[in-house]
């Protein structure tokens, strides 16, 4: 065991010069830590080509009914509004999606009882209405990036609603969420949880609960 521990610690240095992660660093994002009563779902996002494959291979394993790995801005799981770069040539696009959703509960065809149908495509924001935008902060501090999107959920209109509205309208769709069978009812409702203040209301509960429970 010390032998091992010994040969672990001295490849630190070489993940440092090859920049190379950890294996728990790229699976922690899709570790089951809580589970929900009912239907489950899991999103992740992911930057390299090749991760996206494992991270829903492991989110079947853990038994989930609809997955989603998302490359998003940064290796982020935010889908952008942004028009996709001409100069990109190599690897997946940003709003690459691919993932599974349950069709069946009641089946026994796939793992832990679900049949679930696998999808790959990139999310393209202005089919569904949405102007091209670049990104919203103006810099990288955390508290600007709060300030965008608590005015967004505020109902302030502009770049952070639209990509609020994109992300939380899309992803429920991928998923098979029920009522958001159709793309663009589920953007209206998306819409329809802010501007009523819902959203708001929810985040600043969970945020309330999270202190109780710090």
């Known amino acids: 065991m010390v032998v091992m521990v010994t040969a672990n610690y001295s490849l630190i240095g070489i993940r440092e ?12 994002k899709v570790q089951q830590y809580v589970k929900a009563s009912g239907k489950e779902a899991l999103v992740a996002g992911f930057y390299h080509e090749g991760y996206e494959e494992p991270l829903l291979m492991l989110m079947k394993r853990r038994g989930v009914h609809s997955g989603l ?18 100069n990109t040539t190599r690897g997946l696009p940003v709003n690459y999606c691919s993932g599974f ?11 832990g009882g679900v049949t679930r149908q696998g999808f790959n495509l990139e999310v393209n924001a202005k089919e569904y ?14 508290s600007k990036n709060i300030e965008f999107g608590l005015s967004a959920l505020l109902g302030e209109k502009g770049p952070a609603y639209d990509r ?6 899309v992803v429920d769709h991928l998923l098979g969420v ?22 708001l209301k929810r985040l600043l509960n969970y945020i309330k609960v999270s202190h109780k429970m710090g």
């Not at 949405?130 to 810099?139: A, C, E, L, S, V």
Request: glycine residues 8%.
């Open 69 to 86: 790995v998302v490359k998003g801005e940064e290796g982020g799981l935010s889908l952008t509004t942004r028009l996709r770069s001409a």
């Open 178 to 199: 029920d009522g958001a069978e159709d793309i663009s009812a589920a953007l209206d409702r998306a819409r329809e949880a802010i501007d009523s203040g819902n959203a």
């Open 164 to 169: 609020i509205v994109l992300n939380a309208g």
């Open 129 to 142: 209405g949405f102007q091209p935008t670049d990104t919203p902060r103006t810099d990288r501090s955390v």
């Open 101 to 111: 959703r349950a069709l069946d509960v009641s089946s026994s065809i796939d793992l």
């Open 17 to 28: 010069h090859i920049k190379k992660r950890p294996p728990l660093a790229s699976t922690e």
